[in-house]
């Protein structure tokens, strides 16, 4: 009878492990996903803004202020500095947008 109880509580605690590390490892890779999605979306941000940048023709070392951040033109790269404190630089022209990503 004690032999049974052992086994028993020794099954439980195994299933609740193996349980945990799935979780975990889902937790770990929905995370993951998330982190993707939110950088695709600051650079597609950020790629919005050295547009409209452009559009209006800045000049070197100019600044323009956006809700999101603000882009500075320095010698045919922009500088994009996003309201979370993180900083993209990009191409003048859009044209090498796709070719500066498939370089990283």
């Known amino acids: 009878m004690k032999k049974t109880k052992g086994h028993l509580l020794y099954s439980g605690i195994m299933g609740i492990f193996l349980m945990g590390i ?7 890779y929905y ?29 070197n070392n100019e600044v323009m202020w956006f809700n999101q951040g603000s882009v500075t033109k320095k010698a045919g790269r922009f500088i994009i500095k996003m309201n979370n404190r993180k900083a993209i630089e990009l191409k003048t022209l859009p044209k090498y947008d796709f070719e500066e990503g498939k370089h990283k």
């Open 22 to 28: 799935i979780f975990g490892a889902q937790t770990l």
């Open 31 to 59: 995370h993951e996903q998330l982190l993707g999605y939110q950088n695709l979306k600051d650079y597609n941000i950020a790629r919005t803004m050295r547009n409209l940048a452009l559009a209006n023709r800045i000049s």
